[in-house]
C-alpha cells in the first residue's frame, strides 16, 4: 500500500500538467484513492480498479510523458 501512496502523491501534483479533461476525469478517482488508502483496513480491489481506471484515462491522453509516467507507475503496483 505504501507504493499506491507514494504514486498518489506523485499523480496528484503531475496531473496538473494533463489536459484539462483529463485532469477532470482523473480527479474522483484520485480522491477516491485517497480515501481508501485512509482507511482503517484498505479494499485492494478496489484500489486494483480505482488504478486501471486511472490506467485508462492515461491511455487516452495521447503524447504525454506525464500520462505515460502515470500509466507506467500503475503498471508497477499493479504488477504487470
Not at 1 to 17: E, I, Y
Not at 41 to 64: K, T, Y
Amino acid at each position: 500500500l505504501a507504493a499506491v501512496g507514494k504514486l498518489l502523491a506523485q499523480a496528484r501534483q503531475a496531473s496538473g500538467l494533463l489536459p484539462g479533461e483529463a485532469q477532470r476525469a482523473l480527479a474522483p478517482h484520485m480522491q477516491q484513492l485517497g480515501i481508501e488508502l485512509g482507511k482503517t483496513q484498505p479494499d485492494s480491489s478496489i484500489i486494483a480498479g480505482l488504478l486501471a481506471s486511472v490506467r485508462n484515462i492515461c491511455e487516452g491522453v495521447s503524447g504525454s510523458l506525464i500520462a505515460t509516467g502515470i500509466i507506467e507507475g500503475v503498471k508497477v503496483v499493479l504488477g504487470g
